[in-house]
């Protein structure tokens, strides 16, 4: 499986940005997919998660109710929806997958096999 991450930016706070993430191969029914997101200086963390079917979804507390991951499984693509955004939302925005039997999303990255090579978004104040 090979991920391809897009849709990154320089957007002005309070706005919006589509981030994609188009996944090779036929397996993509099997993918739990989250994306996860790095500041300079700052560990990788967990924004979103999605589960196999797209039935189950999670949002890291920072970006509820601002952020909306989605997949379209006949574009074998997925999607974080982002509104909104703050200074603090700048970082690198990574995707990331794993087959998984179970219909349910997973926080922790080590977890994922692949990986998408980053988008970059920045919000300025």
């Known amino acids: 499986v090979q991920l391809q991450a897009s849709g990154g930016g320089l957007v002005q706070a309070g706005g919006s940005l589509r981030l994609s993430c188009q996944a090779s191969g036929d397996t993509f029914n099997r993918l739990a997919m989250a994306w996860l997101r790095q500041a300079p200086g700052r560990d990788r963390e967990y924004v979103a998660g999605?589960?196999?079917?797209?039935?189950?979804?999670d949002y890291a507390s920072f970006v509820e109710g601002r952020f909306t991951i989605a997949r379209d499984k006949a574009k074998n693509a997925g999607y974080l929806e982002m509104t909104g955004l703050k200074p603090e939302d700048t970082a690198v925005y990574y995707c990331?997958?794993?087959?998984?039997?179970?219909?349910?999303?997973?926080?922790?990255?080590?977890?994922?096999?692949?990986w998408g090579q980053g988008t970059l978004v920045t919000v300025s104040s």
């Open positions: 990331a997958a794993v087959h998984s039997p179970r219909e349910t999303t997973i926080i922790r990255a080590t977890e994922y096999s692949y």
């Open positions: 999605i589960s196999p079917s797209g039935g189950q979804t």
